[in-house]
T-cell receptor, first 110, second 115 residues
């Protein structure tokens, strides 16, 4: 995914907290996006960070450090329905202006 | 309701035939994209268009063609030159390059199977 790295798979327990990390190339950066994709379905938008810090949306939060080229998605109070792939994507100021990482497959176990 | 539509949801084709996948959006977005996804894999960019009458190749454009004659529409043709066309195809749109809050919105996808 053009220098966007995420762990391939993660496993967590229902009710727990999980953090999914993403590192990316910083040149031409214009925003960091997280998407959720259930098997066989289209990705759905979760969050957007363009400034450093934490953005919170209910059980999901996303963090960005522009200087480090680093983001994470934090999922709290995990539910079985959170089992999905989570895609990190970088916005660019040029070219195709959007690059997806390979995705992290999260399995939530009872 | 604003959104992106793709049709058909499932498509079967015989080997050697060309097939066109439809993608329409009424979000007034400038940019549109086509991705391919194979089982258990990430999204791979086929073609993208930042403006009407202009489009660019993505990472895996060989065997595919597109057109962008209208802002709302970005059809993808899978040609017989595509060696392994069976996949899940996703269309997306966004406000366009350099704009803020530039998230991509996805259509429901078309699952193409070559028999």
């Amino acid at each position: 995914g053009q220098n966007i790295d995420q762990p391939t798979e993660m496993t967590a327990t229902e009710g727990a907290i999980v953090q999914i990390n993403c590192t990316y190339q910083t040149s031409g950066f214009n925003g960091l996006f997280w998407y959720q994709q259930h098997a066989g379905e289209a990705p759905t938008f979760l969050s957007y960070n363009v400034l450093d810090g934490l953005e919170e949306k209910g059980r999901f939060s996303s963090f960005l450090s522009r200087s480090k080229g680093y983001s994470y998605l934090l999922l709290k109070e995990l539910q079985m329905k959170d089992s999905a792939s989570y895609l990190c994507a970088r916005g660019d100021n040029y070219g195709q202006n959007f690059v997806f990482g390979p995705g992290t497959r999260l399995s939530v176990l009872p | 309701d604003g959104g992106i539509t793709q049709s058909p949801k499932y498509l079967f084709r015989k080997e050697g035939q060309n097939v066109t996948l439809s993608c329409e959006q009424n979000l007034n977005h400038d940019a549109m994209y086509w991705y391919r996804q194979d089982p258990g894999q990430g999204l791979r960019l086929i073609y993208y268009s930042q403006i009407v009458n202009d489009f660019q190749k993505g990472d895996i454009a060989e065997g595919y063609s597109v057109s962008r004659e209208k802002k709302e529409s970005f059809p993808l043709t899978v040609t017989s030159a595509q060696k392994n066309p069976t996949a899940f195809y996703l269309c997306a749109s966004s406000r366009g390059a350099g704009k803020s809050y530039n998230e991509q919105f996805f259509g429901p996808g078309t699952r193409l199977t070559v028999l």
